[in-house]
């Protein structure tokens, strides 16, 4: 679920994913951190909307479409750790496919947003089989938690901003990088990323 892949609890002593912490807390850091991206995205989102339930309706929509493009992030992560001498060119190749993982994403992102909005009711459609990865939001979405819903999207967005920073100006961190890392490790970083993001909300 999504709650389920953001808040994984288990531990490693991986050294790339050691390196992965170290260089996201280098980059929070600095100016125009990752986190600090997020936070003035959704003071832009803010500003930018009309009312607040138009605004609580981004922020579910863009949570669904972030989730959703990040397991093409984490699939190309785990597929240049385990190749690392293609990595320029896996990167290449994911950057050419950029505009079919946006119709896949917006396709899944809209049937998704309609269940939840319809509290978790779907007559049918193609993500049927995996509605249960979003079906946790129902309840939030019912109470319009914006306080959830807000903290949600600025750590989505944390990891996603990270995740890029690592594969378009950082890839040697990858590619150099001591071991692979596996798809429970990608998961558990994730979860560091979104615990930061949280913690400095407060």
């Known amino acids: 679920m ?9 531990s490693s002593k991986n050294n790339l994913l050691i390196k992965l912490k170290e260089r996201f807390e280098f980059y929070c850091n600095g100016d125009n ?12 989102l803010e500003e930018n909307t009309k009312s607040k339930d138009e605004l609580i309706s981004c922020l579910l929509e863009d949570i669904i479409y972030t989730s959703i493009s990040m397991t093409f ?8 750790s385990a190749n690392k001498a ?3 060119a896996l990167v290449a190749e994911f950057t050419k496919q950029a505009n ?3 119709d896949i994403t917006t396709i899944q992102t809209f049937q998704h947003v309609n269940y939840i909005e319809q509290n978790g009711h ?7 089989d995996n509605h249960h990865e979003v079906s946790e939001l129902i309840n939030y979405w019912k109470n319009q938690d914006f306080d959830f819903f807000i903290k949600m999207y600025i750590g989505m967005r944390t990891i996603k901003i990270t995740f890029e920073e690592f594969i ?11 071991g692979t890392i596996k798809n429970t490790e990608v998961l558990q970083f994730r979860q560091f990323v979104y615990e930061y993001s949280n913690k400095n909300l407060l």
Do not use: H, M, W
């Open 168 to 178: 378009y100006q950082d890839l040697a961190l990858i590619t150099n990088g001591p």
């Open 100 to 102: 079919k993982r946006e």
């Open 86 to 88: 293609l990595g320029s």
């Open 2 to 10: 999504l709650l389920n892949k953001i808040l994984n609890l288990n």
């Open 33 to 44: 951190s990752p986190f600090q991206k997020a936070v003035a995205n959704y003071s832009e």
């Open 73 to 80: 992030y984490e699939k190309l992560l785990l597929v240049i």
């Open 122 to 128: 779907c007559d049918g459609c193609k993500c049927c």
